[in-house]
């Protein structure tokens, strides 16, 4: 075997390779990249992003659970000394250890990116903004807006931690090999406030995920079937002047942030 040739792409790994250099320069744009910055990648794959990623930042953290990519990236850019390839799964490697600061940039394994995605924005004091190339419709759900079929925990949990756009869609013709789905790429900037305390986050956190469980029940209903107290419930929305026939998609976040308040003291 020509160990000169890229490894082919596995599909459980959900690798499809990024090979379109437009598109890896409007990535790099859309970062806002400069010299002192230290970036994170997940997922480099065959690296077009990596060396662009190197070109225009400080440092960059390079994160790939593939041995045969590892290697292979080791072995050719040597040319980059501001370069740490790591073999790790980045569902576990200690992210908090990154500096603050860090930018994150990644074209996500998709069959992974959400729970990517909630990881990241658990360590979001580390992380000022994120470029994340995603399923067009994860990145439509993370966009969503109360009201909209697509608005769920998704988007009520993402947009709690950060202002999100819809930055560009990328065809499946940019990749190879093709995904069998669209593509987007979003802008994530974190807050750096946030609305309620750790202790409340978790459970607001429960909250909107038993709100969302029964979609077509009413919220009230919703979280009864998900062992709320009733009139606890009842007695909150009468106290934020909404109705007890809403369903949870109605709620904005701050309302949501309102009702954890309200039910939590």
Do not use: W
């Amino acid at each position: 075997m020509d160990s000169s040739l890229p490894p082919a792409a596995i599909k459980r790994l959900g690798q499809n390779f990024l090979i379109d250099p437009n598109i890896v320069r409007k990535i790099v744009a859309l970062a806002e990249l400069t010299p002192t910055d230290t970036v994170l990648e997940i997922g480099p794959g065959r690296g077009i992003l990596t060396e662009a990623l190197c070109r225009a930042s400080g440092h960059v953290t390079a994160i790939e659970v593939d041995p045969r990519l590892h290697a292979f990236l080791t072995e050719r850019q040597p040319q980059f000394s501001n370069l740490t390839l790591v073999l790790d799964d980045a569902m576990t490697y200690p992210v908090e250890q990154l500096p603050i600061g860090t930018i994150v940039v990644a074209n996500l394994p998709y069959y992974l990116s959400t729970p990517l995605l909630f990881r990241l924005l658990d360590q979001r004091d580390h992380f000022p903004r994120m470029v994340l190339m995603l399923q067009d419709e994860v990145a439509d759900r993370l966009v969503a807006k109360p009201g909209s079929s697509d608005y769920g925990v998704l988007s009520v949990m993402a947009q709690y931690a950060a202002e999100i756009t819809k930055a560009f869609r990328v065809s499946a013709q940019c990749f190879r090999p093709r995904p069998q789905v669209g593509s987007a790429v979003v802008l994530l900037k974190t807050k750096p406030q946030r609305a309620l305390n750790q202790e409340k986050e978790a459970k607001f956190a429960a909250l909107v995920k038993a709100a969302f469980a029964h979609r077509r029940k009413t919220l009230i209903n919703s979280l009864k079937d998900q062992g709320y107290d009733q009139k606890l419930v009842a007695a909150a929305l009468e106290a934020l002047a909404l109705s007890p026939s809403l369903r949870a998609e109605i709620l904005s976040i701050e309302k949501f942030i309102e009702l954890t308040r309200r039910i939590y003291g």
